[in-house]
């Protein structure tokens, strides 16, 4: 059984600076700093970059700096610059009285039309999902209006927990044209709901309009996507159109360190 110190921060590990969830010690690299010609910080840096991509994984806690002081003849504040430059760069991320955790590579939407599902796949990814309620009833009136039916008519809302690696990155919260698409929910919706409207009902998602707003996360919310009351999400309305015929209304709320927009500006003419 191994022995258990305390982190800096006060956060228990076991004599290889790891916390004590049942998770094995990593094997740190043998290594020498020797290398006059780089800081010493640097070289460390890249033997916890080394140990982050071999070893450890997402969520993951690094060895305590107690334990790389000893195993690689450094002090304390080499020990922390290179902490601190990787952090810095977001491949590891401090938790206040937790320790320093391997950060989440957070997912990239490029603003091209896909579908969560996809968007994982293309970054190797495993999507799935947690299904928080469906059901068939009266849309809000602006749903309505958008799907261009009367107001009350009974269309089908869906509420998932999306996931990459089983971990939470969104919940999108939408509502689907029950014209076009009438027993949706007797369908896989667990699964990319964009593939069945393209394969089941011939109604393929051809162009989308969003619209992007910061917003904090309520207490429900947070506990869902594993993150403190009050934390700054990303919430993004798509209006989806499949030729013209409005079969989604969604909105979905992303956090922040698992995902990013990116978009390419050009100049107008007009300038």
């Known amino acids: 059984m191994s022995e258990e110190t305390h982190n800096q921060d006060g956060t228990p590990t076991d004599s290889h600076g790891v ?16 290398d006059p010609n780089i800081p010493k910080h640097q070289q460390l840096r890249e033997i916890l970059e080394e140990l982050c991509t071999t070893q450890l994984q997402p969520g993951d806690m690094l060895p305590g700096e107690r334990v790389l002081e000893e195993e690689y003849g450094v002090s304390r504040i080499t020990v922390r610059r290179a902490i601190g430059d990787l952090v810095a760069s977001g491949r590891l991320k401090r938790a206040r009285g937790k320790g320093t955790f391997v950060a989440h590579s957070p997912l990239v939407s490029r603003l ?21 309620s ?20 009974q269309h089908i809302t869906l509420k998932r927990l999306r996931l990459g690696n089983g971990r939470p990155y969104a919940i999108d919260n939408g509502w689907y044209n029950s ?3 009438p027993d949706l929910l007797e369908n896989d919706v667990y699964n990319s709901v964009y593939s069945i409207l393209d394969r089941v009902y011939g109604v393929p998602v051809t162009q989308a309009e969003q619209t992007v707003t910061a917003v904090a996360a309520d207490e ?13 999400l ?5 209006q989806s159109v499949s030729g013209g015929k409005p079969v989604e209304w969604c909105v979905s709320l992303y956090r ?4 990013s927009l990116k978009t390419l500006v050009t100049r107008s003419e007009d300038l």
Request: proline share 7%; hydrophobic share 40%.
């Open 179 to 181: 014209v076009f698409t």
């Open 112 to 132: 091209h039309l896909a579908s969560f599902s996809a968007e994982m796949a293309a970054q190797n990814l495993a999507a799935s999902s947690k299904i928080l």
């Open 234 to 238: 990303l919430r993004i309305l798509r």
């Open 256 to 259: 922040t360190d698992r995902y």
């Open 19 to 34: 916390s004590g969830k049942g998770a094995a010690a990593p094997h740190l690299p043998h290594r020498l700093l020797n």
């Open 220 to 232: 429900e919310t947070a506990k869902l996507l594993d993150v403190t009351p009050g934390s700054p």
């Open 134 to 153: 469906s059901s068939r009833g009266p849309a809000p009136d602006d749903i309505s209006d958008f799907f261009g039916t009367e107001r009350g008519t």
